[in-house]
């Protein structure tokens, strides 16, 4: 709190001989301003939203199995992710006697061309891109290809994540295998 020193002594006496009584200044004490200055600064901090999280929509398929999507083998692409930031992709349905003709890798450079080139080639309502992980692909690889899908102007009905088949982990293993991806 604020202090004066008001010990001057007595009355207000004049005339030779008596001194004048010195003035001394106020002494402020701070002490409950910066009390007052953490409050505060705790308020603020408390009250204050440091930043909002972001979050990419994504549309999965539905849990009910009676309801498939019916798509045409023509305008339908799986995109499959490996490990080492591999992507392993084909058209249509896999033939198992045109199985090394149809199964292609690339990486995530190449992959924005191939999305874009399947785009512009087949009509819009029959579009279809099928998203599956395999299990040692990491998790930046999935939102690597959302961001791709995003990039490449394709609508968020047109393309799914589903689980990846038995015969899709053998293609992609044998294919890191022959190439060497550890």
């Not at 001989?17 to 600064?41: C, E, H, N, Q, Y």
């Not at 009676?66 to 499959?80: N, Y």
């Not at 785009?119 to 998790?139: N, Q």
Request: net charge neutral.
């Amino acid at each position: 709190m604020a202090e004066m020193d008001t010990s001057s002594g007595g009355g207000h006496k004049k005339g030779p001989g008596v001194k004048k009584a010195v003035k001394k200044s106020t002494r402020v004490d701070l002490t409950p301003m910066v009390d007052l200055g953490f409050l505060l600064i705790t308020f603020f901090v408390f009250t204050t939203t440091m930043s909002q999280s972001t979050a990419m929509n994504m549309n999965e398929p539905k849990d009910s199995k009676d309801e498939q999507v019916k798509v045409k083998e023509s305008g339908a692409m799986t995109i499959l992710l490996g490990k080492a930031d591999q992507v392993y992709y084909y058209f249509g349905q896999l033939d198992p006697n045109k199985i090394s003709e149809q199964f292609k890798s690339t990486n995530f450079k190449d992959v924005r061309q191939i999305i874009t080139d399947k785009k512009k080639s087949t009509p819009e309502d029959d579009l279809m891109y099928v998203i599956k992980s395999d299990d040692k692909s990491t998790f930046k690889n999935a939102i690597n290809i959302l961001d791709e899908m995003t990039i490449c102007g394709v609508k968020p009905g047109h393309y799914a994540e589903d689980k990846i088949s038995d015969t899709e982990k053998k293609l992609i293993q044998a294919t890191e295998q022959a190439n060497g991806i550890q």
